[in-house]
């Protein structure tokens, strides 16, 4: 088994080329020479302030560097790829920042034991300096029901921290209040995770194996909380079961009218798609338990590489700590939120009343209405007759489904015209045919032969349905077509039959009334030359210009369904004289 294949360069460069692409894409921060510390780049703010530095192995990004700047962290240090940062670097950070000018430096660390004894020993090292240092251990971890003696791990519950203690550092708290603060507030915090799939060291084999089908909650490693995957409702339901079931000792107490923050955060590989399913599913969850869901964060904050999973962060939120949630900052990493209480505001808006569907309208008949109802009956029984024969071509550039597609609007017509009558006006008949192609044909078919029908409908009337009228809304149609599709004659498409049908009808415009014949059936062998001819031209647009030239041999559907539906009316037309 090789280790994955990751977008970098070298295993042993890819921390600090991504700590320099951070850094050098953001001008809030600077790197400190000799080490993997990254400050602000304005530390002279920090003169008379507590300063925050927070760090930890690489591999969490945007944790932690992407919280640098006013409002939440002043720096951070990384160790290497899920290892401690050195003791060294982290006693460089702070003595920088004590060199700023500030008035302390608050520590803050997840409880992982390299990180507490080399945060730890740079603390000590800095207190003989004469720094004014202290630590808040992050310890919200809820996966295990008996936590071993290393304790609860700090997870992303941290980034809380950051911002909280950052707003009450930029407030100009002391080093003392800002530790008393986060330190009662970390008693509401509880975080979950729950991995789909393992991550993998650059360089490294995966991190852990899950058999097919089955997930983790993360990083409890315990046999009985292996399940298969579920979907997200069921997932998220048993993470929130889990992490405030009073008979777990690292539970977080939560009761029905507690308020809360919510952080939904992607371990690394969810898609976004993914993630708001699972965020609507935290939110009605905690709802369906009496709390109230006062704000939501959902996205990339603490990672894990790769892994395809998700945690849960739930912190009680009183109007004290909402405030400082809702403080503004710098940090590139830090959501733009809301600071409206999510649960209980209205948050559907109702459409516009709109008229009537056309196809729902009364209509009244008129002199034109019987040979438009003929016309349209022979369209749709052709169409039906082609289903087949137009699937057939289509599989050889598409889908396969052009035939059905037609089929499914020819039904909807005649359905139709069984229960209405095909009103006077030939506008008012385009905009009803319109809707239905729309409603019932689908896909891009459906798009383009309602622009057609729509933009086609203003040109004739009642009293303006003459040969000139009806060859200005077939090419106000094409035009529609052309504009909004983006294909044109020669692309192997539809247009192909369309357009020299159209190029022909135009001539109606000048043909005395009685040549509108001779035009008409000149039009419809254009269209079907045209159709034909699309055997020999390459598909620049549509579904089929994905495919080889080579396998097109066949003319394009679309275009052979247009001349059959120019034919149809032509026969209908030819049968009135």
Request: hydrophobic share 40%; glycine share 10%; with cysteine.
């Amino acid at each position: 088994m090789e280790p994955q294949k990751k977008l970098i360069n070298a295993a042993e460069s890819c921390v600090d080329e991504a700590l320099l692409g951070l850094v050098r894409a953001s001008g809030g921060l600077s790197l400190l020479r000799g080490h993997r510390v990254v400050l602000r780049s304005d530390l002279e703010n920090l003169k008379g302030k507590v300063a925050l530095l927070s760090g930890g192995g690489s591999g969490h990004e945007p944790s932690h560097a992407g919280y640098i700047g006013a409002g939440m962290l002043s720096a951070a240090v990384a160790g290497g790829v899920f290892a401690s940062p050195p003791p060294g670097s982290i006693l460089a950070a702070i003595l920088s920042l004590h060199n700023a000018g500030a008035s302390g430096v608050l520590l803050i660390v997840k409880n992982y034991t390299g990180d507490r004894l080399n945060f730890g020993l740079a603390a000590e090292q800095a207190r003989n300096q004469g720094v004014a240092v202290d630590m808040v251990i992050v310890a919200e971890d809820c996966a295990f029901d008996q936590p071993s003696k290393a304790g609860r791990r700090g997870l992303c519950g941290t980034v809380f921290i950051h911002k909280l203690a950052g707003a009450l550092a930029e407030e100009g708290c002391s080093l003392a209040q800002i530790v008393s603060k986060v330190t009662e507030i970390l008693k509401g915090i509880g975080t979950l995770g729950v991995s789909l799939s393992p991550c993998s060291v650059p360089g490294c084999l995966p991190s852990f194996d899950l058999p097919p089908g089955d997930m983790e909650l993360y990083g409890s490693f315990s046999v009985d909380l292996l399940t298969q995957v579920a979907s997200a409702d069921e997932v998220v339901k048993t993470m929130i079961d889990h992490m405030t079931n009073p008979s777990s000792q690292s539970h977080l107490p939560l009761k029905s009218g507690d308020s809360v923050v919510v952080c939904v955060n992607n371990l690394g590989a969810l898609s976004c798609l993914e993630m708001a399913v699972v965020t609507r599913s935290a939110i009605l969850c905690l709802e369906s338990l009496g709390v109230v869901v006062a704000r939501v964060m959902s996205g990339l904050f603490m990672t894990s590489l790769e892994m395809a999973g998700v945690s849960l962060t739930l912190m009680r939120a009183d109007k004290e700590t909402l405030r400082l949630i809702d403080a503004k900052t710098t940090a590139p990493a830090w959501p733009n939120l809301s600071s409206v209480c999510l649960s209980g505001r209205s948050y559907i808006t109702e459409p516009l009343t709109t008229s009537k569907r056309p196809q729902d309208e009364k209509h009244s008949e008129g002199p034109l209405s019987p040979v438009m109802h003929k016309a349209l009956e022979k369209i749709c029984s052709t169409l039906l007759e082609k289903q087949e024969e137009l699937n057939s071509l289509d599989r050889a550039s598409g889908d396969g489904d052009c035939g059905n597609t037609h089929a499914q609007a020819a039904k909807a017509i005649q359905e139709w015209l069984h229960g209405h009558v095909v009103p006077g006006c030939p506008g008012q008949l385009l905009l009803v045919l319109a809707g239905l192609v729309q409603e019932k044909m689908g896909g891009s078919s459906g798009a383009l032969y309602s622009l057609f029908l729509t933009a086609a409908a203003g040109h004739v009337t009642e009293g303006r349905s003459d040969a000139v009228a009806w060859a200005n809304a077939m090419n106000a149609g094409t035009e529609a077509m052309k504009k909004y599709g983006g294909a044109a004659p020669g692309d192997r498409t539809m247009l192909d039959a369309l357009c020299p049908a159209v190029d022909e009808l135009i001539k109606l415009t000048t043909a005395p009334s009685g040549g509108h014949m001779a035009v008409l059936q000149s039009a419809v062998k254009k269209a079907a030359s045209g159709a034909e001819a699309t055997r020999d031209l390459k598909a620049r647009a549509g579904r089929a210009s994905y495919i080889s030239p080579n396998l097109l041999s066949l003319p394009d559907p679309g275009a052979v369904a247009v001349a059959t539906i120019l034919k149809a009316i032509l026969e209908v037309l030819e049968g009135q004289k």
